[in-house]
C-alpha cells in the first residue's frame, strides 16, 4: 500500500467501488467514469505505479491480469463482439492515477487511432 494512491485506498476497502473480481493478487473494478459500456479496470493489489515500472519479479503477475482480464471479459460477454486493453503510462500515455491499471472496454464500437 502506497500512501495517498486511489486504488490502493479502493483495495483496501478505504474508497468505495463496484467490484468485480479479486483474488490474493487481482482487484477489478468498474470505471467510475466509463468510457464504454463496458469499462472495468484491472489492477495489482500490491502497488506498482506503473507498468513501466514491473521487474522481473513481477512475470507472473503480469501475465495473471492479462488472463484474468480475459476471464472478466468473457463473463462480461466482449469476447463474442470483441474490446480493448489499455495500459496508459506515464504523462504522455495519460496516467492518472499512478498504480498500474488495465482498462477493459467494450460493449460499443472503438475508434482507433485513439487521440
Ligand atoms: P488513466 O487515465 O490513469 O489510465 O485511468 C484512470 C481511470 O480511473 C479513469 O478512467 C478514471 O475514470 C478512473 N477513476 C478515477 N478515480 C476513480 C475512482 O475513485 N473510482 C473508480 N471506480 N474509478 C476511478
Ligand atoms: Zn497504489
Known amino acids: ?7 490502493c485506498k479502493i483495495v483496501a476497502g478505504d474508497i468505495p467501488c463496484e467490484e468485480v473480481y479479486s483474488d ?21 493489489k500490491k502497488h506498482l505505479a506503473s507498468v513501466a515500472a514491473a521487474t522481473p519479479a513481477d512475470e507472473a503477475l503480469m501475465g ?8 472478466i471479459g468473457q463473463a462480461e460477454d466482449l469476447h463474442s463482439s470483441g474490446f480493448r486493453y489499455v495500459i496508459n503510462t506515464g504523462k504522455d500515455g495519460g496516467q492518472t492515477v ?13 475508434f482507433w487511432p485513439p487521440g
Open 1 to 7: 500500500m502506497a500512501d495517498d494512491c486511489l486504488f
Open 24 to 44: 490474493d493478487d487481482v482487484f477489478a473494478f468498474r470505471d467510475i467514469n466509463p468510457a464504454a459500456p463496458t469499462h472495468i479496470l484491472v489492477i495489482p
Open 64 to 71: 495473471k491480469i492479462l488472463l484474468k482480464a480475459n476471464e
Open 98 to 110: 499512478d498504480h498500474l491499471h488495465l482498462h477493459i472496454l467494450g460493449g460499443r464500437g472503438l
